[in-house]
Nanobody, 119 residues
């Protein structure tokens, strides 16, 4: 079993910043990638940012230049620094981790954390 615990969501005014954290624990041999997705009301879930174990990052066009994903491999933790937030960033943000548990690889999801940006 792999557990993900997210934190850092909340309410912020437009132009403000938030930092999300996600800690992975449990049956983990190695983490292949860690990322953040979001789902806004009445919209499909979309990729926000992902970082591989080699440090390669990928961002949605809508957040490039404003969001930064990083990881602390020693702590199995991924962060999402969100700056210059806009009302359209309002969504439930979920952490996703692709792990190797020794017996196989799997994709794990966190419970999600609400981010609300007021105008």
């Amino acid at each position: 079993q792999v557990q993900l615990v997210e934190s850092g969501g909340g309410l912020v005014q437009a132009g403000g910043s938030l930092r999300l954290s996600c800690v992975a624990s449990g049956n983990i041999v190695s983490i292949i990638s860690m990322g953040w997705y979001r789902r806004a009301p009445e919209k499909q879930r979309e990729l926000v940012a992902v970082i591989t174990r080699s440090g390669t990052t990928n961002y949605a066009d809508s957040v490039k230049g404003r969001f930064t994903i990083s990881r602390d491999s020693a702590k199995n933790t991924v962060y999402l620094q969100m700056n210059s937030l806009k009302p359209e960033d309002t969504a439930v943000y979920s952490c996703n981790v692709f792990v190797d548990s020794g017996w196989g690889r799997s994709s794990q999801w966190g419970q999600g954390t609400q981010v609300t940006v007021s105008s």
